[in-house]
């Protein structure tokens, strides 16, 4: 392991391991959210409170914190470092009609989603941790528990522009996701001639999934409540 | 054909360099780029103006010296060419053709068109090869190669080192040059005795020399004459994560 994470690969590699656990979380994150768009809020408030009190989680929620940290850091080291090498640049430039725009703006692409991230923290993750959110009870008063399903359809049925936020983090998301999910499988090694198909298959599939789940949650509170 | 030609003259390494334009008349579409490159060069001679430098050597596709980039592309707009296999039957008569040269810190310009590509040499010193005890030639059938590892080691081994790879890089990576070397030599059981510390001190003179790293756009690949794929890189990055491992 000596001097691994100091060459140009073992900086990739620290971005393609990140990389990989935040989307794991990101499917994670979706699907209790998705629960936001049946019934009343018992099945999401139940969701999301299982999420907040549960051990694991607690366990989970510093790592995933370590994980954007060091994702970000090692990006801006990466793209810093990258940009030294080339002092002088082209004055006419044609597409090859292959790299996609996404893998070359993954760095763009990456801080319009951090400035979307810390919104989104202020808006619901800052409120429930730290904030006071109303309380309500199921069961007969033999459960109680943060009224999150308010919080979050609150925000999103009272200002319109939260939507249009969400919905643009959503798909600035998915075109990331779209290059990172099998440029990360690519650095990790875990490709080959045949691979290369099914994992850009795979990544475009996975981030439409991102894309539109997280877009629809948004788009049903504006359009139908 | 008539076209017009924007061309970067820098007299020398140290000097500024700048675009001049040059019309040429009375092109051939059947002439090669290179051809071409001559035939300007011929009436810029007879102008008793400097002629336009450029590398060039077999003019067949194989020595990977004429690379230069062409109306924003690395070898010029056709497929899997090197420009010397370019015809200028590809571009259009009235059309301004923009010649620059190979642009990356680690490929300084020499002379107007012509780049400093011994960064890729000194890769190859740091590991490129294979350490034999020379002596009688063995019998041909005395270490066996599967098909499949001759065949990969072939693509790979078709690399002819132009730097079109680093020139389209966003990044300027010489990622995909050193994976073709790296897996062509890591396929035959002669290549594997080394094949840990060849990755280790390849990509070490990467870094060190100033190329950038891959973030995969695959602007090498397309733009690769030779048609080197990525999966080499990917197969760079096995190598070189499991014998670092091992440190």
């Keep these: 392991m000596n001097g691994i994470f100091s060459s140009s690969l073992g900086k990739k590699l620290i971005m393609s391991i990140t990389g990989l656990f935040l989307m794991i979380f990101l499917l994670v994150h979706l699907t209790v959210n998705l629960m936001l768009l049946f019934g009343d809020g018992k099945l999401f408030n139940f969701a999301a409170n299982f999420m907040a009190t549960n051990q694991l989680i607690e366990v989970v929620e510093p790592v995933l914190a370590i994980g954007f940290i060091v994702h970000i850091i090692y990006a801006s080291i990466i793209t810093l470092l990258n940009q030294r090498t080339r002092p002088m640049g082209y004055i006419q430039t044609s597409s090859n009609g292959v790299t996609s725009w996404a893998s070359k703006n993954m760095y763009i692409l990456g801080g319009a989603i951090f400035i979307f991230l810390v919104i989104h923290l202020i808006n619901f993750f800052w409120k429930i941790k730290f904030g006071e959110v109303a309380t309500l009870s199921y069961d007969n008063g033999l459960t109680q528990m943060a009224d999150t399903y308010s919080l979050v359809s609150g925000l999103f049925i009272t200002y319109w522009w939260y939507d249009l936020i969400y919905i643009a983090g959503a798909l600035l998301l998915g075109f990331h996701l779209s290059h990172g999910f099998w440029s990360a499988f690519q650095t990790l090694g875990w490709n080959n001639k045949i691979w290369i198909k099914r994992l850009e298959i795979i990544a475009y599939i996975y981030a439409i999934i991102i894309a539109i789940g997280f877009t629809i949650i948004p788009l049903y509170f504006l359009i139908l409540k | ?247």
């Design chain 2, 1 to 247: 054909m008539n076209i017009k030609l924007k061309i970067w003259r820098q007299p020398n390494a140290k000097s500024k360099g700048r675009f001049e334009t040059y019309p040429l008349n009375d092109v051939s579409s059947e002439m090669s780029f290179l051809e071409m490159l001559d035939y300007l060069n011929n009436s810029l001679i007879k102008d008793g103006k400097e002629p336009v430098a450029f590398e060039h050597d077999c003019r067949e596709g194989i020595c990977g010296s004429c690379g230069m980039y062409i109306s924003g592309r690395p070898h010029g707009p056709q497929h899997r060419t090197t420009t010397c296999e370019l015809r200028m039957r590809e571009f259009k008569d009235g059309q301004t053709i923009t010649i620059e040269p190979w642009r990356a810190a680690a490929f300084p310009v020499i002379k107007d068109l012509i780049v400093d590509r011994n960064a890729f040499d000194k890769i190859m010193q740091s590991g490129g090869f294979i350490s034999i005890n020379a002596g009688a030639a063995q019998d041909a059938n005395s270490i066996l190669v599967p098909k499949k590892n001759a065949d990969e080691a072939f693509d790979s081994a078709s690399c002819v080192g132009c730097g079109a790879c680093v020139a389209a890089c966003k990044n300027s990576s010489a990622m995909l040059f050193i994976s073709a070397k790296v897996t062509h030599l890591a396929q035959f059981p002669q290549g594997r005795i080394e094949a840990e510390i060849r990755v280790k001190n390849m990509v070490a003179k990467m870094d060190e020399l100033g190329f950038g790293g891959c973030t995969n756009t695959r602007a090498c690949e397309a733009e690769c004459p030779k048609g080197i794929s990525i999966s080499n890189i990917a197969k760079l990055n096995r190598e070189f994560f499991v014998a670092k491992l091992k440190d």
